[in-house]
């Protein structure tokens, strides 16, 4: 079935695999999009994510070197996902819950994860973090990740 460009709102979609897509509200728990490309590619040097995953459930989802750059993924579960070597370099990932999530090799250099859970994300295991974006409140879960022992006095 090829469902490329479809428009999904408020359903319930699991263990399925999909081309460029908008994908709203939907519970997408345990789907199977490892190593896919949602990646359109605008000129020579120009690429922009195919594809939107706002306020999805994704727990347990398989997005393992899935390519997702400046996708709007905002206030979605990634609770136990396997995000491995993802690329979501300037993905919005605000307000998502990361809590979990296997992120080992990811990119995430410009992502923007202010207001998102991201306790137990270890920042030396990402493939790319430059240009990050975080709140004030979120350094402290990082920093605490990295063995630091953070002081707010």
Same mark, same amino acid.
């Given at each position: 079935?090829?469902?490329?460009?479809?428009?999904?709102?408020? $359903?319930?979609?699991?263990?399925?695999?999909?081309?460029?897509?908008?994908?709203?509200? $939907?519970?997408?728990?345990?789907?199977? *999009?490892?190593?896919?490309? *949602?990646?359109?590619?605008?000129?020579?040097?120009?690429?922009?994510?195919?594809?939107?995953?706002?306020? $999805?459930?994704?727990?347990?989802?398989?997005?393992?070197?899935?390519?997702?750059?400046? $996708?709007?993924?905002?206030?979605?579960? *990634?609770?136990?996902?396997?995000?491995?070597?993802?690329?979501?370099?300037?993905?919005?990932?605000?307000?998502?819950? #990361?809590?979990?999530?296997?992120?080992?090799?990811?990119? #995430?250099?410009?992502?923007? #994860?202010?207001?998102?859970?991201?306790?137990? #994300?270890?920042?030396?295991?990402?493939?790319?973090?430059?240009?990050?974006?975080?709140?004030?409140?979120?350094?402290?879960?990082?920093?605490?990740?990295?063995?630091?022992?953070?002081?707010?006095?």
């Amino acid at each position: 079935m090829d469902l490329t460009d479809a428009i999904f709102n408020n $359903c319930l979609i699991a263990d399925a695999a999909f081309g460029s897509v908008t994908l709203e509200d $939907c519970n997408l728990r345990g789907a199977q *999009f490892q190593r896919n490309d *949602f990646t359109r590619n605008l000129g020579r040097y120009r690429s922009s994510a195919a594809a939107i995953m706002r306020r $999805c459930n994704l727990h347990l989802a398989d997005l393992s070197d899935i390519s997702l750059p400046g $996708c709007d993924l905002a206030q979605s579960l *990634f609770r136990e996902a396997d995000l491995s070597g993802a690329n979501l370099e300037g993905a919005d990932l605000r307000d998502t819950d #990361l809590f979990g999530a296997i992120t080992s090799g990811a990119k #995430l250099a410009g992502a923007d #994860l202010r207001g998102a859970e991201i306790s137990g #994300l270890d920042l030396t295991a990402l493939a790319s973090r430059d240009g990050l974006k975080i709140t004030a409140d979120q350094q402290y879960a990082l920093l605490s990740a990295l063995g630091l022992d953070v002081s707010t006095d």
